[in-house]
């Protein structure tokens, strides 16, 4: 027991939660700037499913993991800005637009999966980005492998948090979209444009998204598999919500869900005899948990999910 | 008379656009439409199994779109129909089990009625969150479909499992809902939804409870106006509709599949929301959308067993559908557009 606990043991096991948890990150960033312009879309897994594909499609037809990733920003960008005019310029429920694209991308996505491999011999199949080490930081032991021995989209990850963490904390544009999502009326008596705030939220929450799937493909598995993000984008949303829409925090906690998803396969190795379920099941309570401990603290924005109508009274 | 075309070219614009989609796509996988559609009524129409097979699959989606439009009426936003229906089914397996020796119907009953608690307990608990503390249901329901679905995974490898072998389910259970249409595995569940589609129609339209409930969802502070006790409209709004979605898997595990299975909701909780939107949150409606969406996915399976055309055509025409739906104004706009310019 004693044994498995090696520095060898933990180091693997870091490299491999920081590799699970990058999708929920870039997801999850893309879900903050959404919801604090006040839409909720619950159709982050379509967003991933859309960027998976699309990089895929891409990579494989064209051979270049960057014309790939390209691919999956755009295709993730397409289904959001349709959510996005859904819920902002038609003022429909958000929430139900995004279950339907979600069940819409996962017929579609699947649907050219199975054209593409039946004009195929072999199950197409495309290059993952390299691991690219830091010179130094990588060499730093048990976290250095995990966090700086990684692949270019993972140090890309790494400057968008820092980015957004300026972006939404520091800057007269962060507090405009804050203010979107809490009080649109407002802000648009004090001249803020309240949808094109909203849509330019949306267009970053489909980019990130489509990044997460692209990612998924390209660094992770280098094949796309129906219904390969397997609820992936529900737990993301449950990021947001335990990291309290901030970009760090939700790093850190999509490290957790990540470790958590990672701890399911070295259970056994453990000696913990518990069912694999109650590793999955984890991230799901302590959200709810966490939304418990907000009572009277934290709450959500003060517009979210519901549509700002210009005209109305 | 005006009204009346713009909703015929409302329905043309519907049907047109989704059969144009489906022929798209049975292109795409190489097939003909014409001979598609053939075997896709013959499916449905061509066969007591099949015609039987569309109210089997119809019934769950029935029950558990009629508690996720109780809650949309009264302003409580249920997405977790699907976790409902495996506490439901965890809950009717449980008592299923017990080994006592009572008539059948007996048996059915209590595990029924213990479905429908453990649904509505399920559903309570989020209930009780946005009743009283105002945290958002759509984030706790979410959550707790995926609790409920592991939680079926670890009990299945674990107390509620088959002991004679080792696969994870639950043994195959004695008491079961009786078949009505003998060589089919249509059963009495499908009656029990048509009997709550009665049920909730009375409940909202004919009872102070449901004026209550509707108020409620319409506008709260009208509501407190009038002094109906808001809270309390919300936890029995999202109580009930548990309690529905709870009948609904365990309607599924007694019976059709006769075991607890891990598989056994497989995302009719996410298709019973598209299905009370559809239905227009009327009980009528959701007796209709359920049997459309039951008919497609019939159909469907039909075309993919014989002409090889990918299931997945089921999801994409679902979403497809509920997302023209959702676009309902920008299309009626476009038609008043049109016939403005004919006019002119």
Known sequence: M?????????????????STAIPLAYASMGEIYSEKAGILNIGLEANMLAGAFCSFAVAYTSGSLWMGLLGGIVGGLA??????????RLAQNQTICGIALNIFLLGISSYFLKILVSNNPAFPQVATFPKLAIPGLSAIPLIGEALFNQNILVYILYLLIGISHVLLKHTQWGNSLTAVGEHPRAADTVGIRVYRTQYLAAAINGMLGGMSGAYMVLAQLGVFTENMT????YIALAVVIFGRREPIRAALAALLFGAAECMQFRMQALGIDLPAQFMNMLPYLITMIALLGSIGKQRDPESLGKPYIRDAR | MRKYTVQVA???????LTLAVATLLILGAGASPLQCAGVFIRGIFGSLNGFAEVLVKAAPLMLAGLGISIGFRSGFFNIGAEGQM???AIAATVVAMWPVQMPSWIHVTLAMAAAFLAGGLWAFIPGILKAKFGISEIINTLMLNYIAFDLTGILIRGVLQDSTDYLPQSPALGPELAGILAPTRLHAGFLLALLMVLAVWWLMEHTPTGFELQVVGSNKRAARCLGINVMKSIV????LGGGLAGIAGAGELLGIQHRLLEGLVGGSGYTAILVALLGRNNPWGVLAASIGFAALQVGANTMQRQMGIPAAIVSILTGFIVILLLCDALILKLIEKRKVEGAA
């Not at chain 1, 289904?79 to 902002?88: E, G, K, Q, R, T």
């Not at chain 1, 397997?230 to 984008?233: K, L, T």
């Not at chain 2, 409302?10 to 047109?16: D, N, P, Q």
């Open chain 1, 230 to 233: 397997a609820g992936r984008g």
């Open chain 1, 79 to 88: 289904v959001c800005m349709l959510h996005a005019f859904i819920s902002v």
């Open chain 2, 236 to 239: 029995i709004a999202s109580c």
């Open chain 1, 2 to 18: 004693e044994q498995i606990f090696t520095l060898a043991f933990l180091t693997s096991f870091l490299s491999a939660a920081v």
């Open chain 2, 86 to 88: 495996y506490m439901g």
């Open chain 2, 10 to 16: 409302r329905a043309l614009v519907y049907t047109g």
